[in-house]
């Protein structure tokens, strides 16, 4: 059984940072998509960023290119996403994703993912 548990939101004014974490649980990702979604009131859940777990593959979303890093520590199994430069409409909550993937290829659509957290809510205030 595949746990995702996220850490890390809160209120933040624009222009700050914060780092969101994801502790994953329960088998080995090599071949596993680890993913961030955010879904804000009223939209639909979008893809942020995402990493191919066996080849540190990384994908973003054009929204958060050159402000957003995701990275991974393997002894933690644990996936982070870096937010700089946070603007108000990144408001969300943000979610982690895991999912058996092809080889080195990030999905980025959600009802592929079959692993979710809770959740986080981030909050930038303007």
């Known amino acids: 059984q595949v746990q995702l548990v996220e850490s890390g939101g809160g209120l933040v004014q624009a222009g700050g940072s914060l780092r969101l974490s994801c502790v994953a649980s329960?088998?080995?990702?090599?071949?596993?998509?680890m993913v961030w979604f955010r879904q804000a009131p009223g939209k639909e859940r979008e893809f942020v960023a995402g990493?191919?777990?066996?080849?540190?593959?990384?994908a973003y979303a054009d929204s958060v290119k050159d402000r957003f890093t995701i990275s991974r520590d393997i002894a933690k199994n644990t996936v982070y996403l870096q937010m700089n430069s946070l603007k108000p409409e990144d408001t969300a909550v943000y979610y982690c994703a895991a999912d058996a993937s092809p080889y080195n290829v990030i999905r980025t659509t959600p009802d592929v993912y079959d692993y979710w957290g809770q959740g986080t809510q981030v909050t930038v205030s303007s």
């Open positions: 990493m191919y777990w066996g080849t540190s593959r990384t």
């Open positions: 329960g088998r080995t990702f090599s071949r596993y998509n």
